[in-house]
């Protein structure tokens, strides 16, 4: 069973940093698209960023490029999004995703089929 557990979110003043993990069980990294997602109140869900853990490609959010960080440590099967110059419109709850998709990093999100329960990332102006 595909397990993902999100953790590092909580609440930083804009400009601030966080960085969130997710810890991944019940599959190994092999060909899998994982992913950050958010989801605002009142908002739809959005893919922030992804990555593949086949060949190490990432997507990235115009509204996020420069500012997040997707990466992938493989032996640990963890995820990580570093957050940085957080602005209060980042203020959402993030999830994690996986999938199997040998095909390069994807961030659509009717692919991804394991969801973590989310973690909320409050960012205060």
């Known amino acids: 069973e595909v397990q993902l557990v999100e953790s590092g979110g909580g609440l930083v003043q804009a400009g601030g940093s966080l960085r969130l993990s997710c810890a991944a069980s019940g599959f190994t990294f092999d060909d899998y698209a994982i992913g950050w997602f958010r989801q605002a109140p009142g908002k739809e869900r959005e893919g922030v960023s992804c990555i593949s853990s086949s060949d190490g490609s990432t997507y990235y959010a115009d509204s996020v490029k420069g500012r997040f960080t997707i990466s992938s440590d493989n032996a640990k099967n963890t995820v990580y999004l570093q957050m940085n110059s957080l602005k209060p419109e980042d203020t959402a709850v993030y999830y994690c995703?996986?999938?199997?998709?040998?095909?390069?990093?994807?961030?659509?999100?009717?692919?991804?089929?394991?969801w973590g329960q989310g973690t909320q990332v409050t960012v205060s102006s």
């Open positions: 995703a996986a999938e199997s998709y040998p095909y390069g990093s994807s961030c659509s999100l009717g692919l991804f089929g394991s």
